[in-house]
């Protein structure tokens, strides 16, 4: 299996950027598809963007496309996302999480196996 800790959250105007980072431990990295999702106050947890295990294909919720983009390093066993043009409903908690399954790439929660804790973002107006 794989853990899964991210980090890079905080507190941003509207308009402005920040980049998130989950850093994976254990299980061969590259072996999991991976993404991003998130989760507001009273809200479902939702997509955000996807990569598959090479990382040459994504995808990406209409929300955000455009404006964030999914990477990963392999050889440094990290998941990014790049988040630009902030909103404040971009506001809520954001997970990384790994998939086992072998498409290129996935957009619903259920379809993925591990969790990070999550780290917050809250885009002021």
């Known amino acids: 299996q794989v853990q899964l800790v991210e980090s890079g959250g905080g507190l941003v105007q509207a308009g402005g950027s920040l980049r998130l980072s989950c850093a994976a431990s254990?299980?061969?990295?590259?072996?999991?598809?991976m993404g991003w999702f998130r989760q507001a106050p009273g809200k479902e947890r939702e997509f955000v963007a996807a990569?598959?295990?090479?990382?040459?294909?994504?995808y990406y919720a209409d929300s955000v496309k455009g404006r964030f983009t999914i990477s990963r390093d392999n050889a440094k066993n990290t998941l990014y996302l790049q988040m630009g043009t902030l909103k404040p409903e971009d506001t809520a908690v954001y997970y990384c999480?790994?998939?086992?399954?072998?498409?290129?790439?996935?957009?619903?929660?259920?379809?993925?196996?591990?969790w990070g804790q999550g780290t917050q973002v809250t885009v002021s107006s």
């Open positions: 999480a790994a998939t086992q399954r072998v498409g290129a790439w996935y957009t619903g929660p259920t379809e993925y196996d591990y």
């Open positions: 254990g299980r061969t990295f590259s072996t999991y598809g």
């Open positions: 990569i598959n295990r090479s990382g040459y294909s994504t």
